[in-house]
């Protein structure tokens, strides 16, 4: 008889349990399912017209940084990049810039002011940020030797970042994490291409996604 | 009908409606491709249908088919190129899941912890249901076993808790049965019958319940005497309220769950918006844009605006007696604010079919702008050619009421059109602000 008592309350535990699990988790945190996958390749022309191809890479850890010149919290991850670009080229890390939603322009005018001499390239139509599943601006993606994204930081670079992931970049050519691609970068059907579309809107450099 | 989608206007105070105040929200248009051959527009609802389930990463709970932003018009591109290539749309979401994780699908898939959202509510109908079923049971078997006296009956319960729940169900029902009679509810005999019944019953569980505490000396249960005793046989146990509450619970869970999940047409709002319903007032575009839930976005333009222009250009400049394209083109001109195109426009649409019903929203619209540059004569002339050819056309009751209520400061004349407008038009963001006017316009009249 006594089990009976205990039954409403037992039965509220399970509710209980499931809001205390959901209301507890930052429903800001999206797990991206592309750390520990192959970097999506892209072929897309940089700022300066030549042609740049990630697959070309291979072998050199790279970071492929995705920025716009209207994106406010780029502006500070800019010397950040900047900063590693001086420390670790030398030791073998490549960094590449996307260009997100944003005219040619705008985006030289950026690299002219701020510096930078890696090279960026042009997302027109953002097929290659869709292809890396992108959130917003800026977000960069660490990938190994091996062309394996190891690492994705969703808003602005700090140095720690940098020293955390950087290193063990350039350490290892072997996997760091659990994950081992059976072949370096994803090739598919339609995964990057260089493309001068005509039908891009001039207007799009002033209208940022918000 | 299209006027359904009414504008949202912004009717500020009385002296501020200069400014051209409304616009389209885009969700009243899907996004349609100018060409219209056969296999296009069987892709492009392909492509709505699978974009419609699409969230749009740089919107608040937006599906890229509804949302302005550039991205979400690149993943749309993205659908369509798949589909285009052969793809199903399962393996266009698939793509998409590939690369941003479960969360870009705005259905969630019905498996793992996801589907605890689909069970529960049946699991609580089930529990409250077994609850009740229960509960009545024993109701039922409790009434049936009191109607009789069965001395042996305490013979029978072995449970301690059973004969204590009895004992106390006794004691109260003698208890009862006292202030029944007290009552005039029962005669002398019939008292004297059942508490003789009922005292049998509880000398015999009292003798019962001494032998169990020999026969077994367990320590005596912790039983508060304040502990939920189940009523008397007259009373309905809490048990069925418990249930009862439960299963309330659940069906009532399970039908909003079924009213959130229902399907939309393709190119539907996924707040289910229904047609009926006023289009919400829209974001400039993602997540920053959100805010001021009911507020009417003001002047703002979305660049699906600018790509429906586009469309409607085109439409026109290929027929230029495409009178439903330059009707809405325009609207969509009047709300940019671009009124001598708006103007040219309408007037088009004007000299095709100057007396058909649809040229109603045209003769409205030269009534906003004509208002809008001064000439408030022409206004009304155009407002009333409206209301003619359309006395119901909600748009035409709007601006009306307003240069009434604004502009010639006809109280009595505005709060007619508003009332007019308040019965005729779906809620809408408008609604709050025509009552407030109307509220004023009554405030004015009295003296």
Not at chain 2, 11 to 38: D, E, I, K, M, N
Not at chain 2, 236 to 247: D, E, K, R, S
Request: glycine fraction near 10%; aromatic fraction near 6%.
């Amino acid at each position: 008889m006594h089990w009976r008592r205990w039954l409403v309350p037992l039965s509220a535990l399970p509710v209980l349990a499931l809001l205390a699990w959901g209301l507890t988790r930052d429903a800001h945190t999206i797990p991206s399912p592309l750390p520990g996958k192959a970097a999506p390749d892209f072929a897309l022309q940089t700022l300066s017209g030549d042609s740049l191809h990630l697959h070309d890479l291979t072998g050199q850890p790279v970071l492929v940084n995705f920025w716009a010149s209207w994106c406010l919290a780029c502006r500070g991850e800019h010397q950040v990049l900047v900063d590693a670009a001086q420390r670790y080229g030398p030791k073998g890390l490549r960094v590449v810039g996307v260009v997100y939603e944003d005219t040619r322009d705008n985006a030289q005018q950026w690299i002219t002011e701020r510096g930078g001499t890696w090279p960026n390239v042009l997302d027109i139509g953002s097929h290659t940020a869709i292809q890396y599943g992108l959130f917003g601006v800026p977000e960069t993606f660490f990938i190994a030797r091996d062309g394996r994204i190891v690492y994705k930081q969703i808003g602005p670079l700090d140095p720690a970042v940098i020293d955390q992931w950087v290193p063990k970049l350039l350490a290892s050519s072997a996997a760091i994490g659990p994950n081992v691609p059976e072949q370096p970068f994803a090739q598919g059907k339609s995964e990057g291409y260089v493309r001068t579309s005509p039908d891009f809107p001039a207007t799009r450099g002033t209208t940022p996604p918000r | 009908m299209r006027w359904t989608l009414a504008v949202t206007a912004i009717l500020a105070l009385p002296g501020s409606t200069s400014a051209l105040p409304f616009r389209v929200p885009h969700s009243a248009f899907p996004v349609l491709q100018g060409t219209a051959s056969q296999t296009d527009t069987a892709l492009e609802s392909r492509v709505r249908e699978v974009a419609a389930t699409l969230r749009c990463p740089v919107c608040q709970n937006l599906s890229i088919q509804d949302s302005p932003s550039q991205l979400a018009q690149d993943m749309r591109k993205v659908v369509r190129e798949r589909l285009a290539a052969g793809e199903t749309p399962d393996q266009v979401r698939r793509y998409f899941v590939s690369r941003y994780g479960e969360w870009v699908l705005l259905k969630p898939k019905a498996s793992g912890v996801n589907l605890s959202v689909w069970l529960l509510p049946l699991v609580m109908l089930l529990l409250g249901g077994t609850v009740i079923w229960v509960a009545v049971q024993r109701w039922v078997a409790r009434g049936t076993s009191g109607a009789l006296p069965a001395p042996g009956a305490a013979g029978a319960m072995r449970d301690v808790g059973e004969l204590r729940s009895r004992r106390s169900a006794l004691q109260a029902s003698l208890k009862e049965l006292e202030a029944e009679f007290e009552a005039g509810r029962l005669t002398a005999a019939d008292r004297d019958y059942l508490r003789q019944r009922d005292q049998a019953e509880l000398t015999a569980i009292n003798e019962a319940l001494k032998q169990h505490k020999k026969a077994a000396p367990e320590p005596p249960a912790p039983t508060p005497p304040s502990a939920p005793a189940p009523a008397s046989g007259r009373h309905v146990p809490a048990a069925v309220g418990w249930g009862a509450g439960v299963a309330l619970f659940g069906v009532v869970a399970a039908l909003s769950l079924k009213g959130s999940i229902v399907k939309r047409e393709p190119g539907g709002s996924i707040t289910g918006t229904q047609a009926g319903e006023a289009p919400r007032p829209t974001s400039g575009g993602g997540g920053g844009g959100e805010g001021g839930g009911g507020g009417a976005t003001f002047g703002e333009i979305g660049p699906l605006d600018s790509l429906r222009i586009a469309q409607l250009e085109a439409r026109v400049r290929r027929d230029s007696t495409d009178e439903p394209a330059l009707i809405e083109l325009g609207h969509l001109y009047l709300t940019e604010g671009r009124l001598r195109e708006s103007a040219q426009v309408n007037m088009k649409a004007v000299q095709l079919a100057p007396d058909a019903e649809g040229t109603a929203e045209a003769f409205a619209h030269m009534g906003m702008i004509l208002w809008s540059t001064g000439e408030m004569d022409g206004a009304l002339r155009s407002l009333d050619k409206a209301l003619y050819l359309h006395p119901d056309l909600p748009e035409a009751l709007l601006y009306r009421g307003i240069i009434e209520f604004a502009g010639r400061r006809d109280m009595k004349e505005a709060q007619a059109m508003f009332e007019r407008y308040l019965a005729v038009a779906p809620p809408s963001a408008n609604t709050a602000r025509v009552k407030a006017m109307l509220a004023a316009t009554r405030a004015n009249q009295t003296p």
